[in-house]
């Protein structure tokens, strides 16, 4: 007996955790015919009382996926790979064109609109995470730039 209520008192911890991050929105872009690279972007939203921190993501539709931001260097917008982002406690953190973005590095196929490219998350605290990032369209006056000249 003791045994069962540990089982479901951990059962109720570990979904705990995992209810105290939240992706909202999480998109991207469909990719040109021979794009290696594609930028990831979501609403992350912390509901905890502690802070967390992604500190990786992975998705089978990519060699690798990595954590980029955006730096202004003299006036120039580069992308820079950065170990993780921190999320507020009640807080949150957002992805966007422009800004901080998941890079899909090496795609194993494009992109297609409509689409759903599936992505674990890792937090600190949290543990994976997963979601689905949906495909919207190609381009788009706001598409995030120097994404080509990885
Ligand atoms: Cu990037």
């Not at 109720?12 to 992706?23: C, G, H, M, N, R």
Request: charged share 25%.
């Amino acid at each position: 007996m003791k045994r069962f209520v540990f089982f479901i008192l951990g059962f109720f911890l570990s979904f705990a955790a995992q209810a105290q991050v939240q992706i909202e929105r999480p998109w991207t872009r469909a990719t040109a015919p021979g794009a290696k690279v594609g930028g990831g972007y979501m609403l992350i939203r912390n509901r905890g009382a502690a802070a967390d921190k992604l500190v990786s993501a992975s998705s089978p539709a990519a060699a690798r996926v990595e954590l980029h931001v955006h730096v202004n260097d003299k006036g120039v917008m580069r992308m820079r790979e950065v170990p993780g982002y921190d999320v507020p406690a009640k807080g949150s953190f957002e992805l966007k064109p422009g800004g901080a973005h998941l890079m899909f590095m090496e795609l194993k196929a494009p992109f297609k609109e409509g689409d759903k490219v599936p992505v674990t998350l890792k937090f600190d605290k949290a543990g994976e995470v997963k979601a689905e990032f949906q495909v919207g369209g190609l381009g788009g006056s706001s598409a995030p730039r120097q994404h080509k000249q990885h």
